[in-house]
C-alpha cells in the first residue's frame, strides 16, 4: 500500500509501492528516510521526495546466525534496542535510519580497522531508477553469489537506486564495555597515544581523536571484552574511565563550514599543522574526519592543501552552495563514477 503525502512527497508503505512510483517515471526524485541528512545535501530543486521512514520493520533477527534484515527507514535507536535484548549489536557508530546510515556512510569504522557500513551489509532487496526491483547478496554471512552490488549502497547517497531492506551483519554484544577519555593533550601526545593504542592486538572497540578550537585534544572512546582485559588496557594507556563519550560529527560553526575526508593516524600530524589555529578536528579510529573552519576562504585553503597532499575532501556542511564542493577526483574515478549514474540510472532521475 502507498499514499501521496504532501504536494511533491510520495510516502512508500513496501517495495512494491517504491518500485510503482518510480514506475510512473517521475521527472526527478530524492530519496529520504529519516531526513537528517538532507540539509547536509545539495539542494533537491523540484524534485519529489520519496520518503521511506513507514518502512520500519524488523523483518527478520536470527541470533544464533548474527544477522538480520530490516527495512530501510528503520531508526538506528530502534534496532539497538531489539538487539539488545539478544546480546547482540551493530558494531559501527551512525545514527538516523539504517537506510540513511547505510547510503550516506557519513562516519565509517570506530576503530582502526574495524567493522563499518561496508562490511556489515551481506544483501539488500532495492528498486532500480525506473523501478524494477532486485536483490543482490544473501541473509547470510557465507555466501559466494558472485558480484557485491549491494556495496555500491553504501555512499552512493540515493543517487544509484533505492534500497528497501538490508541484510545486516551483527555481532555478540561484549561482557564489560569502558569508556575512557584523556584530556589536556597537545595534537603530539595525543597521536602518540593513538599510536600505542593501534599497536595493540586487540584495539579499543571504539576511539577518536577531538581538537579543540583552543587546540586542545582529548583521545576518547571504549575497550570492550573481559573485565580483566578492559582494565589491564586502561592502566597501560593511562587512559582515565569516563561516562560514555562519543561524538559522530562537529557542528559548524557561525558563518563557518565543515569539511571531511579520510586519512590514516600517520598523517595526522600533517593535517592538523594544516589547520587554522582555531579550527576544531575530529579524526574517527576509522580514519574518518572532520574540520570545522571559521569561513570559506579558510576552508577553501585547507582543501586546497589536502589536495596536494593527496587527501580526498569535501564541505559536508556549510551553504547550499558550497555542500559538495571538494578535491577533485583523478579523471579514472570519475568517469567509473558518472559511467555507474549512466548504467544505473540513465535519466538522471534519482538527484
Ligand atoms: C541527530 C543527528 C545529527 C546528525 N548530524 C550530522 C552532522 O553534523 N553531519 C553529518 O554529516 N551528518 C549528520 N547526521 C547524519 C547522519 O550521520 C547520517 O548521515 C544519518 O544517519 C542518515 O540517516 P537519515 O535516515 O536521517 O538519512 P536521510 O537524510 O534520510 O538520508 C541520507 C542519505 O541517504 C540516502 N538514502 C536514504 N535512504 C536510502 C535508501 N533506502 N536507499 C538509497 N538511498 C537512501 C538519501 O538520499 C540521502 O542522500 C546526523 C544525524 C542525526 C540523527
Known amino acids: 500500500m502507498s499514499a501521496l503525502g504532501t504536494a511533491k512527497t510520495f510516502v512508500a508503505d513496501d517495495t512494491a509501492a517504491v518500485a510503482t512510483f518510480l514506475g510512473t517515471r517521475p521527472a526527478r526524485v530524492r530519496v529520504r528516510s529519516g531526513g537528517s541528512r538532507q540539509l547536509r545535501l545539495p539542494e533537491p530543486g523540484d524534485a519529489t521526495v520519496l520518503d521511506l521512514s513507514r518502512l520500519t520493520a524488523i523483518v527478520r533477527l536470527d541470533g544464533p546466525d548474527q544477522t538480520c534484515t530490516v527495512e530501510c527507514g528503520l531508526p538506528r535507536a530502534d534496532l539497538d534496542a531489539a538487539l539488545a535484548t539478544c546480546g547482540l549489536e551493530l558494531p559501527c557508530p551512525g545514527g538516523g535510519t539504517l537506510g540513511g546510515l547505510f547510503a550516506s556512510d557519513p562516519i565509517g569504522a570506530s576503530t582502526f580497522g574495524g567493522p563499518s557500513p561496508r562490511s556489515l551489509l551481506l544483501g539488500m532487496d532495492a528498486v532500480l531508477a525506473d523501478g524494477t526491483p532486485f536483490k543482490s547478496g544473501a541473509r547470510v554471512v557465507k555466501s559466494v553469489a558472485g558480484f557485491d552490488v549491494h556495496k555500491l549502497l553504501v555512499g552512493s547517497e540515493g543517487r544509484l537506486f533505492v534500497a528497501t531492506r538490508l541484510h545486516l551483519r551483527l555481532k555478540p554484544a561484549p561482557r564489560c564495555v569502558q569508556w575512557f577519555c584523556r584530556t589536556g593533550l597537545d595534537v603530539a601526545a595525543a597521536i602518540d597515544c593513538l599510536r600505542k593504542l593501534q599497536q595493540e592486538p586487540v584495539p579499543p572497540a571504539a576511539v ?125 574515478h570519475q568517469r567509473l563514477q558518472d559511467g555507474l549514474r549512466r548504467a544505473l540510472d540513465p535519466h538522471g532521475i534519482l538527484v
Open 208 to 332: 577518536q581523536l577531538v581538537r579543540a578550537p583552543d587546540g586542545s585534544c582529548a583521545v576518547q572512546g571504549r575497550f570492550a571484552g573481559r573485565a580483566a582485559f578492559v582494565a589491564e588496557m586502561l592502566r597501560r594507556h593511562g587512559l582515565p574511565e569516563s561516562a560514555p563519550c562519543w561524538r559522530d560529527h562537529l557542528d559548524p560553526p557561525t558563518h563557518g563550514e565543515v569539511v571531511g575526508g579520510a586519512t590514516l593516524v600517520g598523517a595526522l600530524p600533517v593535517l592538523s599543522s594544516h589547520l587554522p589555529a582555531n579550527a576544531s578536528l575530529l579524526w574517527q579510529g576509522g580514519g574518518r574526519f572532520e574540520a570545522a573552519l571559521p569561513d570559506a576562504i579558510s576552508a577553501d585553503a585547507f582543501l586546497h592543501t589536502c589536495a596536494n597532499g593527496g587527501v580526498s575532501t569535501l564541505v559536508v556542511h556549510g551553504a547550499p552552495e558550497r555542500r559538495g564542493h571538494g578535491t577533485l577526483r583523478d579523471d579514472g
